[in-house]
C-alpha cells in the first residue's frame, strides 16, 4: 500500500535574527546531490513526489527553523530503502560535517491515499486529488532546470570544502531566483491563469509568506 513519506532537512541558520543569513541555496544542493540520484533509483516506484521549502521563526509552529522536505508517495519497503539511501549517503554526513543541516527527520502522512496532507486542507476533493499532480510537475521542472542551468560545468565533488560548494551552488540558486523574478509572471503565472480563462483569484497574504516577507 502506498502512501506519503516525507524526507526532512533541517538546514543551519547562521543568525536568526537576519533573514538575509538563510541558505536557501542549501536546497538546491540537496535536490540536485539528494533527490536526484533517489528519484534515478526509484522513480518506477514513486508515482508521484514533490520538493519544499519553508522558514517559520515562531518556535511555537509545528515546524519551526528552516526545512528542505522531499515527498515521496510510495510503499513503506521502498521507503525504508531510501531512508537507509539517504542515512548512509557521503551527500548527508558532507551536510552535517559543513554545518549545513542539522537534523534530518522521516514521517509518514497519517492520512492514506493520494491526497495525503491535502487532506485537512479547506479544498474541495477533486482539488485535493489532483493538486499532487500540479507540484510533481512543478518540482519536476526545478529539477530539470537546476540540471541545465549547470550545463556543462562540473560540480564539486561532495568532498569538496565548504567554499567551494557554496562558490558552485549559491551562484546557481541565484540564476534559478533571478528567473523566476524576471520570467515568472509570463512562464508560471501567465500559463497557469490561461488554463482557468483568466479568471481572477483571491489572494490571502499570510498564504503568501515570500511576499511578506518583502513587505
Known amino acids: ?7 526532512y532537512f533541517g538546514l543551519v541558520v547562521p543568525d536568526k ?6 541558505r ?9 546531490v539528494l533527490v536526484r540520484p533517489i528519484l534515478d533509483r526509484y522513480r518506477s516506484d514513486i508515482p508521484f513526489w514533490r520538493v519544499h521549502a519553508h522558514y517559520h521563526p515562531n518556535e511555537h509552529e509545528e515546524w ?3 526545512w528542505f522536505r522531499f515527498a515521496a508517495y510510495t510503499t513503506e519497503a521502498i521507503a525504508d530503502d531510501i531512508t537507509k539511501e ?16 542539522e537534523d534530518y527527520r522521516r514521517q509518514r502522512e497519517p492520512e492514506s491515499g493520494i491526497e495525503g496532507s491535502c487532506a ?10 489532483a493538486w499532487p499532480h500540479y507540484m510533481m510537475g512543478a518540482s519536476m521542472m526545478l529539477l530539470d532546470l537546476v540540471e541545465r542551468l549547470k550545463g556543462q560545468t562540473t560540480a564539486p565533488n561532495l568532498s569538496a570544502d565548504l567554499k567551494e560548494l557554496e562558490g558552485f551552488y549559491k551562484p546557481l540558486h541565484d540564476q534559478m531566483i533571478a528567473i523566476w523574478g524576471k520570467y515568472g509572471s509570463r512562464a508560471f503565472l501567465h500559463h497557469l491563469s490561461v488554463l482557468f480563462a483568466y ?4 489572494v490571502k497574504l499570510r498564504e503568501l509568506p515570500t511576499l511578506i516577507m518583502r513587505l
Open 1 to 7: 500500500m502506498k502512501n506519503w513519506w516525507y524526507f
Open 17 to 22: 535574527r537576519s533573514l538575509a543569513s538563510l
Open 24 to 32: 536557501w541555496w542549501v536546497g538546491t544542493l540537496i535536490l540536485d
Open 64 to 66: 519551526p527553523g528552516h
Open 86 to 101: 539517504i542515512e548512509r549517503s557521503m551527500a548527508l554526513r558532507m551536510l552535517r560535517d559543513h554545518g549545513l543541516v
Open 120 to 129: 485537512k486542507a479547506p479544498w474541495p476533493p477533486e482539488l485535493k486529488t
Open 199 to 202: 479568471e481572477p483569484i483571491v
